[in-house]
């Protein structure tokens, strides 16, 4: 025990007089020195930590996977697997091209094929939506002639009889109509929704989505990878 607490406190010393270096300093240091709990903290890194081979090609495979059967996504999208132990999934934009990326500690928690899918179509999701949100909606809008000279009805004071305020009703029900059209446009479907005709269409179960939601509220609660991945990217 007195040992233990020495060493504790030798390590406690050189890392503020700042004698241990990066490497050391971002290894797991425990949350309190004289007791053996420790647990891991994401540091910042220079250069995305790499994750074993295997969970890496095979997340690269889903994704591609997903990405096959949903080729109205446009934009190229590469996977990236974190070699990081706790739960973390997120993507960065950049021009024409994008990158989804997951911690290894998340993809490794997924029961199946199915379950890892779903988290990487839900971030694609929300990739999407978000572009889609970004867009301008196109505008159509009533043709002048329409507007100036209207002909619809009993206004044209005709053999139908004399004008009784048929076009300008009319005309009011289509500006509304454009509106509420403009208005559906300009809101992008929501990120579960497009994660579900992703998997849906890459041929896996559309409620693995459903069976991957407590890891996403874990995922969600996390952010250092991405905070040091966006100092990386210069973002």
Same mark, same amino acid.
């Given at each position: /025990?007195?040992?233990?607490? #020495? ?24 949350? *309190?020195?004289? %007791? ?13 930590? &790499? ?12 994704? &591609?996977?997903?990405?096959? +059967? *949903?080729?109205?996504? &446009? ?10 132990? %706790? ?12 990158? $989804?990326? $997951? ?7 997924? &029961? ?20 889609? +949100? ?14 100036? *000279?209207?002909? $619809? ?20 029900? /289509? #500006? ?52 040091? /991945? ?6």
């Amino acid at each position: /025990m007195n040992a233990r607490i #020495a060493f504790g406190t030798i390590l406690l010393v050189c890392t503020l007089c700042g004698c241990l270096s990066d490497q050391q300093k971002l290894a797991t240091v425990p949350m *309190n020195l004289f %007791h053996s709990t420790s647990q891991t903290r994401a540091a910042s890194f220079k250069q995305a930590p &790499k994750a074993t081979t295997e969970l890496s090609l095979r997340v690269d495979r889903l994704g &591609k996977q997903l990405l096959t +059967a *949903n080729p109205n996504i &446009k934009q190229k999208i590469g996977f990236l697997t974190l070699g990081l132990p %706790h739960e973390e999934i997120f993507h960065r934009t950049q021009k024409d091209a994008g990158t $989804i990326c $997951i911690t290894e500690g998340l993809a490794k928690q997924c &029961k199946n094929d199915g379950e890892l899918a779903a988290l990487l179509s839900m971030e694609l999701g929300k990739m999407v939506s978000e572009q889609m +949100a970004q867009m301008k909606p196109v505008r159509r809008s009533t043709p002048a002639s329409m507007m100036m *000279n209207p002909s $619809i009805g009993n206004d044209s004071n005709g053999t139908f009889g004399s004008p009784d305020g048929t076009d300008q009703l009319i005309l009011r029900r /289509m #500006a509304k109509n454009q509106q509420q059209i403009q208005a559906m446009s300009s809101a992008p479907p929501p990120a579960d929704l497009l994660a579900r005709l992703y998997l849906k269409d890459a041929g896996f179960d559309a409620k693995s989505l459903d069976n991957v939601a407590p890891l996403l509220r874990k995922a969600e609660k996390q952010n250092s990878a991405e905070s040091s /991945m966006n100092g990386q990217w210069g973002g």
